[in-house]
């Protein structure tokens, strides 16, 4: 017998959604990736991943593990092989000595990472500090513990470097930890040695975490290579380093990252990721440790990919330069973030005219963060065919509007 129910309207019903979940915004990024797939022949730079195969001998140590039946749980921190290929890779790269046993974790991507320590350390009504402009992520993940995000805007003259000055202001004594997001998204900044040192008397005078997102490590250009802030006097003991493969290894859908920090921290970390996701998953464990069973092989996996998208960010930097959207040459990550002040518009109002009008999809700036207004954020990593495409359609975009 079918008994048919009538469903009540949900004005009747009782509102079961968190505030802080009715009150989160959507990403600025899916927004516009979203409306782009539904505009016909529209190209788009929306998306930070690479389009780059995943190296093959990685993708070869997947399968090879798939078809060995190596598809269990792995242990909640992540594979031995693995953590101890990263504590290398770790040190040899950015000279930081973990412990694979109790101090790296294996996450679902760095996104997750950033959620488990978030979760870790917040208190209701806890300050996190969040650079801006930054990825989407932060402030959502802070608000989902009921904590609150205090926001440090850089500016375009800094080069989007974090000032200890700005850092010192919008501290309180409320204020538990800093998200340090460099290379940075979307500006492509970088925050080099002599630029962290400068925060670090700030830090500990204020005895502060730092939760420093370094997923973009190994993207930098014009012989600036990464340095951590961990690896400076006093701060290995007050940092999470966060990490992964999918920037470096072209292996976004793979969803694999680390955490790496002191052990009472890391491990505190665990317990929160045994809970909410038990482990990663095993072939793609099982692809990283070959990503970084050979260091020739890991270096030069990752310099073809850096080398191509060197070539695809200094064109855009000349571009942009060239059609008077003034770029700051960023050093980092896979993004340019150029001013659309030339038009007038803001930079909602510049992401929807460019994308009917010029059919051509990038991220308003204030996605990122009210210091973001004014700007774009445009990911180069895309072919340079389509990044040619692209400027050919901005410019006539700008040559219609009379910008040009």
């Given at each position: 017998?079918?008994?048919?129910?009538?469903?009540?309207?949900?004005?009747?019903?009782?509102?079961?959604?968190?505030?802080?979940?009715?009150?989160?915004?959507?990403?600025?990024?899916?927004?516009?990736?979203?409306?782009?797939?539904?505009?016909?022949?529209?190209?788009?730079?929306?998306?930070?991943?690479?389009?780059?195969?995943?190296?093959?001998?990685?993708?070869?140590?997947?399968?090879?593990?798939?078809?060995?039946?190596?598809?269990?749980?792995?242990?909640?921190?992540?594979?031995?092989?693995?953590?101890?290929?990263?504590?290398?890779?770790?040190?040899?790269?950015?000279?930081?000595?973990?412990?694979?046993?109790?101090?790296i974790l294996c996450t679902i991507g760095a996104s997750e990472?950033?959620?488990?320590?978030?979760?870790?350390?917040?208190?209701?009504?806890?300050e996190i500090l969040v650079v801006e402009p930054s990825y989407?992520?932060?402030?959502?993940?802070?608000?989902?513990?009921?904590?609150?995000?205090?926001?440090?805007?850089?500016?375009?003259?800094?080069?989007?470097?974090?000032?200890?000055?700005?850092?010192?202001?919008?501290?309180?004594?409320?204020?538990?930890?800093?998200?340090?997001?460099?290379?940075?998204?979307?500006?492509?900044?970088?925050?080099?040695?002599?630029?962290?040192?400068?925060?670090?008397?700030?830090?500990?005078?204020?005895?502060?975490?730092?939760?420093?997102?370094?997923?973009?490590?190994?993207?930098?250009?014009?012989?600036?290579?990464?340095?951590?802030?961990?690896?400076?006097?006093?701060?290995?003991?007050?940092?999470?380093?966060?990490?992964g493969f999918a920037k470096s290894f072209s292996m976004t859908?793979?969803?694999?990252?680390?955490?790496?920090?002191?052990?009472?921290?890391?491990?505190?970390?665990?317990?929160?990721?045994?809970?909410?996701?038990?482990?990663?998953?095993?072939?793609?464990?099982?692809?990283?440790?070959?990503?970084?069973?050979?260091?020739?092989?890991?270096?030069?996996?990752?310099?073809?990919?850096?080398?191509?998208?060197?070539?695809?960010?200094?064109?855009?930097?000349?571009?942009?330069?060239?059609?008077?959207?003034?770029?700051?040459?960023?050093?980092?990550?896979?993004?340019?973030?150029?001013?659309?002040?030339?038009?007038?518009?803001?930079?909602?109002?510049?992401?929807?005219?460019?994308?009917?009008?010029?059919?051509?999809?990038?991220?308003?700036?204030?996605?990122?963060?009210?210091?973001?207004?004014?700007?774009?954020?445009?990911?180069?990593?895309?072919?340079?065919?389509?990044?040619?495409?692209?400027?050919?359609?901005?410019?006539?975009?700008?040559?219609?509007?009379?910008?040009?």
């Open positions: 017998m079918n008994i048919l129910y009538k469903r009540k309207e949900l004005s009747e019903m009782r509102n079961f959604i968190a505030k802080n979940i009715e009150e989160m915004e959507w990403s600025g990024i899916r927004k516009f990736a979203d409306i782009a797939a539904q505009v016909p022949d529209a190209l788009s730079l929306c998306v930070g991943e690479p389009d780059f195969k995943t190296p093959e001998r990685v993708r070869r140590a997947a399968m090879k593990a798939l078809e060995e039946g190596k598809t269990r749980y792995s242990m909640n921190m992540g594979l031995p092989e693995l953590r101890a290929a990263i504590a290398h890779y770790m040190e040899r790269r950015f000279g930081l000595k973990y412990d694979p046993a109790q101090e990472a950033i959620d488990v320590a978030l979760r870790t350390i917040i208190e209701p009504g806890d989407v992520a932060y402030k959502p993940a802070v608000a989902l513990e009921h904590g609150v995000s205090v926001v440090v805007e850089t500016k375009a003259e800094n080069d989007f470097k974090l000032q200890p000055e700005e850092l010192e202001a919008a501290i309180t004594p409320k204020t538990k930890a800093l998200i340090l997001p460099y290379p940075n998204n979307p500006t492509g900044a970088i925050m080099e040695k002599e630029d962290l040192e400068k925060l670090v008397p700030v830090i500990l005078k204020y005895d502060l975490l730092v939760i420093s997102d370094e997923i973009y490590a190994e993207l930098t250009y014009g012989g600036k290579n990464h340095f951590s802030i961990a690896a400076l006097e006093g701060m290995w003991e007050r940092t999470i380093v966060l990490n859908g793979w969803r694999l990252g680390f955490a790496a920090g002191p052990a009472v921290l890391i491990q505190a970390m665990r317990k929160v990721h045994a809970y909410v996701i038990m482990c990663a998953p095993a072939p793609s464990q099982h692809g990283a440790i070959e990503a970084l069973r050979d260091d020739a092989l890991c270096d030069a996996d990752i310099a073809v990919m850096r080398e191509a998208y060197d070539e695809r960010r200094k064109y855009l930097l000349g571009q942009f330069n060239r059609l008077g959207m003034t770029c700051f040459e960023p050093r980092g990550a896979f993004y340019v973030f150029p001013s659309i002040k030339l038009t007038g518009l803001t930079s909602q109002q510049f992401c929807e005219r460019l994308l009917f009008e010029g059919g051509v999809a990038v991220v308003p700036g204030d996605a990122f963060g009210e210091s973001g207004e004014g700007f774009v954020r445009i990911s180069y990593a895309y072919s340079m065919e389509q990044l040619q495409i692209c400027i050919s359609k901005i410019e006539e975009f700008l040559r219609k509007r009379g910008c040009i």
